[in-house]
């Protein structure tokens, strides 16, 4: 509780400050990937759960792996899966993410299928070994798609589709999401098992304000 409270006065007093930081910060590098970056698109550099994605994929097998990215914002992640020889498609609803990832792949000699697609709708009906889904959890109505990276609707319509697509799908073994103590995980996980999943916590990472939590989401 006291935690958060500090959370809400410092975003008060900085968080202008950050956002223009993150408008004039155009550039991430990671390893031997150097990507360009635009306003508007969720960048890696500030937020652990995209680091919690990139740490993710350093530790684990992913060759000749099936893997698609949800809301893939910047993609770094799905670059360095790429890089570690996985099949790799990144999707995200705002066209200016997928534009820039597609050209950062080709600037980088990394191939990999880049999809502008609400969740899976444009999505073809293939089997996925992996999925990687860093999802928007304020609960807010967006108004832009920039606003699509961090509302999930007002009564979390993104999470009721995102499971709904998942469980008539059924094509995925590991599906890996990222959320925060910032979120109403309760609601979250309630919704996941009206669909028939359950999440089993794999990661914690703590930062001054706040924890990240990566979780495996399985089937019940």
């Known amino acids: 509780m006291i935690r958060k409270k500090l959370k809400n ?3 008060r007093l900085f968080s202008a400050r950050i956002v223009r930081k993150m ?5 991430y590098r990671y390893k031997d990937l150097t990507i360009e970056m635009e306003p508007g698109v969720f960048h890696p550099r500030y937020f652990d759960s995209s680091q919690m994605l990139i740490q993710w994929v350093e530790d ?6 099936n893997l698609i990215e949800v809301g893939c914002g910047s993609g770094i992640a799905s670059l ?3 890089q570690k020889g996985a099949n790799v498609w990144a999707i995200d609803i705002h066209p200016k993410a997928v534009e820039l990832l ?3 792949a080709t600037e980088n000699g990394v191939q990999l299928t880049t999809l502008k697609s609400d969740l899976f709708t444009k999505v073809d009906d293939l089997h996925f070994d992996y999925v990687l ?4 959890f304020y609960p807010k109505n967006p108004r832009s798609n920039a606003e699509k990276a961090w509302f999930c609707g007002a009564g979390f319509e993104y999470f ?8 008539n799908r059924n094509l995925f073994k590991g599906i890996l999401m990222t959320l925060s103590d910032d979120c109403d995980l309760e609601r979250i996980q309630s919704i996941a098992k009206k669909h028939g999943y359950t999440f089993v916590l794999s990661q914690t990472k ?15």
């Open 9 to 11: 006065i410092w975003f």
């Open 23 to 27: 408008e004039n910060d155009r550039s």
């Open 60 to 65: 684990n097998d992913v060759a000749d792996k």
């Open 80 to 82: 360095r899966a790429a």
């Open 102 to 104: 597609q050209r950062n």
């Open 133 to 136: 889904i860093n999802p928007p």
């Open 160 to 167: 009721h589709a995102l499971f709904e697509q998942l469980k």
């Open 206 to 220: 703590k930062s001054f304000f706040e924890k990240n939590f990566l979780f495996e989401v399985t089937r019940s």
